[in-house]
Nanobody
């Protein structure tokens, strides 16, 4: 059984920063891409950022220059550093990973709320 556990969400003022973490645990033989998605009320879930096991990254245009995704392969953990936050960044943020256990499977975290408001 594999689990993704997120942490680091919360309430922050516009212009502030937050760092999200997502740790994978369980029967893991390897982890491929890891990423962050978000879903705002009334909107579809959208990709925020993704990082491959080789370290290549890709970002949504709306967060380029403000958010940074990174990973620690030794800890099976992916991070999302979010700076210069805007009210439009308010959403539930979900961790996503392609993990090789017995078979290669996509997993999702439970989600963590990020609220940007004064």
């Amino acid at each position: 059984q594999v689990q993704l556990v997120e942490s680091g969400g919360g309430l922050v003022q516009p212009g502030g920063s937050l760092r999200l973490s997502c740790a994978a645990s369980g029967s893991i033989r390897g982890i491929y891409a890891m990423g962050w998605y978000r879903q705002a009320p009334g909107k579809q879930r959208e990709l925020v950022a993704v990082i491959t096991n080789g370290g290549s990254t890709n970002y949504a245009d709306s967060v380029k220059g403000r958010f940074t995704i990174s990973r620690d392969n030794a800890k099976n953990t992916v991070y999302l550093q979010m700076n210069s936050l805007k009210p439009g960044d308010t959403a539930v943020y979900y961790c996503n990973a392609e993990i090789l256990g017995w078979v290669r499977t996509e997993y999702w975290g439970q989600g963590t709320q990020v609220t940007v408001s004064s």
